[in-house]
């Protein structure tokens, strides 16, 4: 048994993307041995983030940072506050940043972290004296030449913030590289806030068109109203899509002839829920998922396509704005049934992409303007996109055996061309 992940039959995300890397190594016909050197992450920290609460008593959160590969590169990975938040998480979300960094060709290794902490139920003041706290216990491993964190879940600009000062008081001077998604006004990317969504659309609108289906006047349905969900949607609307369903946890909101997403915005950014938004039917959070439209973009959590709902799923396309929404056994239900399904470590790649932007900006002390960076961004995920195609049909095999399979292999080519030290 690798590493000390307990047995089990209910699909996890580490247990998922164990097996997408067996997978993947099946298919290129390398053995065990090397299984277990890519499965296993390279340095893994837990540490304990004790925090003094607004009413003085004495809370005490657990925190990890996971750096799954440092092979290609500085480990790269977003930082996740969520109260579900544990160790076997983060090392899935970290081995998939290895494979999506590789995937995009950006010279990082793959990396993750999070406070197992409900970031709704605390006050500015003590979430900033928790990231600093978590900051300095993992400040050992991380720095713009080692591992460099940006915002997930739960997590923001200003979290990004304080984790860029906490270090670099602790060091002396400031170092604004040792994070991603930062404020502008601290060395951000133009852009940055919006990659993720963008590079979404864009691989949408592709397959889309993959599959002879018109974008103007095709349907989506968005499910997380977040970072990601949210600039997703409206972009494709921008291209024409009608967007006709967003949910976020609380619940879900639906227009056949297309929701308003100005009006939706306004809505959200008053009540912090898309729920009670008056000009669309409410619908229950689920339902998102099972509408019949040409779009789906999964943009909220890991698991959330399984097998127990997967025959529901009435969409053409699958496109994972989220991070592991389709657990292995949905996955390969999905290719069965013909749905297309645009993987993950493809799909939200836009985000990691302007991250490695903004990180060469840093190190140039130059900043490109907007036009630079979007365009940039697109090539990149133009680029990943026709690559993962081609592939796809040459060997046929899905997009997600496609990308992990090319992924995989420039990180197995980069350690044998490293050789094994000692
Ligand atoms: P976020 O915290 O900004 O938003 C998450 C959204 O999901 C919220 O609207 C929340 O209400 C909703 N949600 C949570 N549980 C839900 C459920 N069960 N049903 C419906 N909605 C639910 O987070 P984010 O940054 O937008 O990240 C979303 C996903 O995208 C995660 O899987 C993350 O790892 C992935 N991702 C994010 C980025 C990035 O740049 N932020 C980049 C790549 C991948």
Not at 136 to 142: A, G, M, R
Not at 191 to 199: E, H, M, W
Not at 265 to 279: I, K, N, Q, S
Not at 391 to 405: C, E, F, G, K
């Amino acid at each position: 048994m690798l590493l000390d992940t307990p047995v089990t039959s209910v699909p996890t995300p580490l247990t998922d993307a164990r097996r997408q890397l067996r997978q993947a190594l099946n298919i290129l016909e390398y053995g065990d041995d090397v299984f277990e050197m890519l499965v296993t992450p390279r340095r893994e920290l837990s540490v304990a983030v004790p925090l003094r609460t607004d009413d003085g008593t004495m809370l005490t959160l657990r925190g990890y940072r996971v750096q799954h590969s440092l092979t290609r590169g500085p480990a790269k990975g977003g930082l996740r506050f969520a109260p579900g938040v544990n160790l076997d998480e983060v090392r899935a979300l970290a081995m998939w940043m290895t494979w999506k960094c590789a995937l995009v060709d950006l010279p990082y290794g793959g990396a993750k972290g999070g406070i197992a902490i409900d970031p709704t139920r605390h006050s500015l003041g003590e979430l900033e004296r928790a990231t600093r706290r978590y900051t300095s216990e993992i400040l050992p491993i991380i720095g713009p030449d080692r591992d460099i964190p940006a915002p997930d879940i739960g997590t923001s600009e200003q979290t990004m913030a304080w984790i860029m000062d906490t270090y670099s008081a602790n060091v002396g001077y400031t170092v604004p590289d040792v994070v991603t998604g930062k404020p502008l006004s601290l060395g951000g990317s133009l852009g940055r806030a919006t990659a993720t969504s963008r590079g979404v659309a864009l691989v949408a609108i592709a397959a889309l068109e993959h599959r002879g289906i018109r974008v103007e006047g095709s349907t989506a349905s968005v499910q997380g109203y977040g970072k990601v969900g949210r600039s997703a949607a409206r972009f494709l609307a921008d291209a024409g899509v009608r967007v006709i369903c967003v949910s976020d946890e609380h619940g879900a909101v639906h227009r056949a002839g297309g929701l308003d997403l100005d009006a939706l915005d306004r809505h959200v950014d008053m009540h912090r829920t898309v729920l009670g938004f008056d000009r669309a039917d409410a619908l229950a959070a689920g339902d998102a998922l099972t509408l019949e439209v040409d779009l789906l973009v999964p943009a909220a959590v890991e698991g959330v396509i399984t097998a127990s709902n997967v025959d529901e799923v009435r969409a053409r396309i699958v496109v994972e704005g989220a991070n592991g929404p389709t657990t292995t056994d949905a996955d390969e239900r999905l290719a069965e049934r013909g749905i297309l399904v645009v993987p993950d470590i493809l799909a939200n790649a836009g985000g990691v992409v302007v991250s490695y932007f903004e990180w060469a900006q840093g190190r140039q002390t130059y900043r490109w303007s907007l036009e630079t960076v979007e365009q940039r961004l697109r090539e990149r995920m133009t680029a990943a996109w026709n690559e993962v195609l081609t592939h796809s049909i040459r060997h046929r095999t899905t997009l997600r055996q496609s990308a992990m399979t090319i992924a995989v292999a420039r990180v197995y080519d980069a350690h044998l061309n490293r050789g094994l030290y000692p």
